[in-house]
């Protein structure tokens, strides 16, 4: 092969756990291998990130990846990592986020690649839909013991009440059996002989591994396990999450403005590690990277780095650069006429938190004086001599231009036609919306 996949992924950091002989398959011959991603939702957010880069490190290095959408493992739900049962969906729900989350695998992996390596794209509902329970209990069932389901540590967290979770019902507890199935399964229609995923699966693989060996009649089957570490922050923190809940990899559930902050954002700890993970960077690169940010950490090198990668790969070029453009407008010199490029769901993701008031924009016909607009149209201000004193002070700026007690608000103002920003020295920022 010409890359060595186990390699790269171990100095990205991305390994945590491997079924002895994984790294000499990979090296010895061109390996299928593949994860599955639960339909908990009709979009992925970036805790799937994880697994999608490593489909694409996978056929970047020779071999062929597998997507698979849990169509039916998701009308169970997989009890790896959960205190409590989760409430089932219906299949209405369900097939909607099945679509969903091929259409959000479809920009990542080119499923209509007809090369050696091509992604495939499965959705196990399409081979357990048609197994009766019998079946299921007389063919996968009798192939591994209780005991040995048992003995995996998500199956007994939730046995023993550790950690105040709730106990395990016979659906929850069959799902490692589904689970293995999938890999049999695909191990007869693709080769299949690798299974990846978060170190919380490593029990549910296993056991995928193990009914392989005990299904094939073949003498010697292979099959093989490979985890990376769950994502963590430095202080602690839920990765993935911000303010307004999960970063989606959507930009109809989170802007690509917001997108963007979000790595932009990340401290200098987290991003010396996510700059390895989330982005295909070479390690001479990234090295590079990281020194050039030890010497002047206030550049934050790392992170508008780490944000242009990740924001490129997910949503595009042109996408990072709109995103770009907005994050540094506030600090333009030509703030007027740039903030009138943005679109409003961007101009308001800008300016998100930032206090609102609606004026009527028939006020704005003859004229509308500062004390009003700062005061007693908006309660931006206390008091309208509260205004009077900012404006002497000359503190107050309509759209970043400093402005005196007689200057006059209209139409003139106005970006897109809606919004007029106002700021009082350089940490107070006012909106007003016109109505």
Request: with cysteine; proline share 1%.
């Given at each position: 092969m010409k890359v060595n996949l186990v390699e790269e992924l171990r100095w990205r950091g991305m390994i945590h756990?491997?079924?002895?002989?994984?790294?000499?398959?990979?090296?010895?011959?061109?390996?299928?291998?593949?994860?599955?991603f639960d339909p908990t939702s009709d979009s992925l957010h970036i805790g799937s990130l994880v697994p999608i880069i490593l489909l694409v490190h996978l056929q970047k290095a020779g071999h062929q990846p597998i997507a698979l959408v849990g169509g039916a493992t998701g009308m169970i739900g997989d009890p790896s990592g959960k205190s409590d049962e989760r409430n089932l969906l219906d299949e209405e729900a369900l097939a909607k986020n099945v679509a969903g989350i091929k259409n959000t695998l479809a920009r990542f992996l080119d499923f209509k690649d007809t090369s050696a390596t091509s992604p495939i794209l499965v959705n196990n509902y399409d081979w357990m839909k048609n197994f009766s329970f019998i079946d299921?209990?007389?063919?996968?069932?009798?192939?591994i013991t209780v005991n040995y389901?048992?003995?995996?540590?998500?199956?007994?967290?939730?046995?023993?009440?550790?950690?105040?979770?709730?106990?395990?019902?016979?659906?929850?507890?069959?799902?490692?059996?589904?689970?293995?199935?999938?890999?049999?399964?695909?191990?007869?229609?693709?080769?299949?002989?690798?299974q990846m995923g978060g170190s919380d699966q490593w029990g549910n693989i296993t056991t995928g591994t193990e009914l392989v060996r005990?299904?094939?009649?073949?003498?010697?089957?292979?099959a093989y396990a490979m985890t990376c570490p769950l994502i963590t922050k430095a202080d602690g923190s839920k990765f993935g999450k911000s303010e307004g809940g999960n970063i989606w990899l959507d930009a109809d559930k989170t802007s690509v403005y917001k997108f963007y902050q979000f790595w932009l954002n990340t401290s200098d700890e987290d991003a010396e590690k996510y700059i390895k993970i989330f982005t295909f960077l070479?390690?001479?690169?990234?090295?590079?990277l990281v020194q050039e940010h030890q010497e002047a950490p206030h550049l934050r090198v790392l992170q508008k780095a780490l944000a242009k990668e990740v924001t490129v790969f997910v949503h595009s070029q042109e996408a990072f650069e709109n995103a770009e453009k907005a994050s540094s407008i506030l600090y333009s010199k030509s703030f007027k006429e740039d903030i009138k490029t943005l679109d409003e769901a961007t101009f308001l993701d800008v300016f998100e938190g930032v206090p609102q008031a609606e004026?009527?924009?028939?006020?704005?016909?003859?004229?509308?004086?500062?004390?009003?607009?700062?005061?007693?149209?908006?309660n931006f201000l206390s008091s309208n001599g509260e205004a009077r004193r900012a404006l002497k002070e000359n503190s107050i700026a309509v759209n970043k231009e400093k402005v005196r007690e007689d200057y006059l608000l209209t139409s003139e103002d106005f970006i897109n036609d809606k919004y007029i920003v106002i700021n009082k020295g350089k940490k107070n920022t006012y909106i007003i919306k016109v109505g």
């Open positions: 756990d491997m079924m002895p002989g994984t790294e000499e398959q990979l090296q010895k011959e061109a390996t299928t291998a593949y994860i599955g299921f209990a007389r063919d996968v069932g009798k192939r389901m048992m003995a995996k540590d998500s199956v007994k967290k939730r046995l023993s009440g550790e950690e105040g979770t709730a106990g395990m019902s016979f659906t929850e507890f069959t799902y490692q059996l589904i689970q293995g199935y999938d890999f049999y399964h695909l191990y007869k229609t693709y080769n299949c002989m690798l005990r299904m094939t009649d073949e003498e010697g089957a292979k070479d390690q001479d690169t990234v090295n590079a004026i009527s924009k028939a006020d704005f016909e003859k004229g509308l004086d500062m004390i009003a607009a700062l005061a007693a149209k908006t």
